[in-house]
């Protein structure tokens, strides 16, 4: 089936439940209070663009769940967003936001949009607009947005601007991701690429790899996967390849990830004509190629039962949400490929997160050594607790989290009980 359509990625996400609860032997009812989201706030908008026209846009919130406390989760600025995809992302919130054991539920927010072809006004009318159109649902203890694909701290600020406007004063923790100058957290910009390193750094010693030469490649250059290339270059990996929406760098000898990022920077795109060390590959040869740590970055449903089983890595840490398909994840697991599952290996962005909105709601500031030591604690107990639960129940580590995350949820739901 998964051969010769697009993959959605709520059937990913619902086949997910299903083997976890099967795992967990989840009372039906209670199943199915878990898999469907709680409310979806879909929104037509207009906005002023430049040339003095109105274009209208649709965006969409998403609160997959809140049992465990305020919702939490991104907002993505992407053609291809639609409901079924955000429904999908908010779901992994909640999952991801348990197995860290922080005190959220999940959610997700986006527009479809093309913010590459938008100017910054065009953007922040955009945001702007989005963000009164979805006033209702979130603030700091209802539902907290972040960045994510194509949003950024200046985003967060708009929309933080946004809603302190709507209420008459300042309400720094309604998002976090913000910059520095307006209560964001000290290593938040980097939480989410660290943690996937971390997490990598867990399983490369499960597996006796020893970081230090390790080839890496990383699909996707962005906050996680450009923040996660800095930090395995900086451990004495070598980075093989990396790549960005047109496609990716390699070189097997290892790319110099400072000229790569810089080149990104400077001319938004990684294989300029004064950085020519590296070879010109496709992003589907990239997840193929010969390594021993492949980090997926950039989108979902990109390792599919179509390429899983030319697949050459030993460890895959998920930097993306929803990367694997199901079909794939058994396809891998049989080969004894090492995966750490997207709702742990990516948790460090929600976890700093955490901190950043913690700090504003008290109005403290945290040092960047407090947070560094609090992120590293979270990540690897978490690790411990999945791995523990993979090894005792012989499944895969996306199975364990899952089996660890949902079990939270459920127990949580059990003990306030359905209302009336
Ligand atoms: P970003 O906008 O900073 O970067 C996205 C990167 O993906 C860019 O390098 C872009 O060129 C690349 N890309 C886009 N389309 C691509 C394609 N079709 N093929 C290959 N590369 C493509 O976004 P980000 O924040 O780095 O997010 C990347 C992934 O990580 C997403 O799945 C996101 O949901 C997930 N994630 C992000 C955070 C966070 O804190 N930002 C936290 C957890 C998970």
Known sequence: ????????????????????????????????????????????????????????????RVQHNMTRGPAKGGIRYHPDVDLDEVKALAMWMTWKTAVVNIPYGGAKGGVQCNPKSMSPQELENMTRRFTWEIAMMIGPDRDIPAPDVYTNPQVMAWIMDTFSILKGYSVPGVVTGKPLELGGSLGRHEATGKGVFITAQEAAACRQLSLPGARVVIQGCGNVGGVAAQYFARAGAKVVAISDSKGGAYNPNGLNVSDVLDCKKKYACILAPEYREAEEITNAELLELDCEILIPAALESQITSKNASRIKARIIAEGANGPTTPEADAILYDRGIFVVPDILANAGGVTVSYFEWVQNLQELLWSEDEISERLNRILKRSFTEVLNISQKEKVDMRTAALVLGI??????????GIYP
């Open 1 to 60: 089936m998964e051969q010769n359509k697009k993959v959605n990625p709520l059937d990913v996400a619902m086949k997910q439940v299903d083997i976890a609860a099967a795992h967990l032997k989840l009372d039906k009812g209670i199943c199915e209070k878990i898999k469907y989201t709680q409310r979806e706030l879909t929104v037509h908008f207009p906005v002023k663009m430049d040339d003095g026209s109105l274009k209208i846009f649709t965006g969409y």
């Open 407 to 416: 079990g939270r949820v459920a127990e949580a739901t059990r003990l306030r």
